[in-house]
């Protein structure tokens, strides 16, 4: 089973910088999207931002600009750069990895979650 570990939360002023990490680990898998989803108090979870198959980045029309999503791919880790954080971009911020493992020599696809990592900016 793959498993997704996200760094990089914690507690930052508006207008501060945060860059979160989400690293996949497990045995022979293939990840075809890397993403990032955030869900604040009373909301629902949200596309941040992520990569695609080809390597094509996507993201929320409201946060363009200010986020920016990378990827190393030997490591399979992707990484979020935010820029100009305010109050409104607290939440929990979740990783998702969707792509093909084998398991007993047979192949699946999957997709994972993260635990979750916190963010919090403060006005």
């Known amino acids: 089973q793959v498993q997704l570990l996200e760094s990089g939360g914690g507690l930052v002023q508006a207008g501060g910088t945060l860059r979160l990490s989400c690293r996949a680990s497990?045995?022979?898998?293939?990840?075809?999207?890397m993403g990032w989803y955030r869900q604040a108090p009373g909301k629902q979870r949200e596309l941040v931002a992520g990569i695609g198959p080809r390597g094509n980045r996507y993201y929320a029309d409201s946060l363009k600009g200010r986020f920016t999503v990378s990827r190393d791919n030997p490591r399979s880790t992707i990484f979020l750069q935010m820029n100009s954080l305010r109050p409104e971009d607290t939440a929990v911020y979740y990783c998702r990895a969707e792509g093909n493992e084998t398991i007993m020599t047979t192949p699946r696809p999957f997709v994972y979650w993260g635990q979750g990592t916190q963010v919090t900016v403060s006005s």
């Open positions: 497990g045995k022979e898998f293939s990840i075809k999207d």
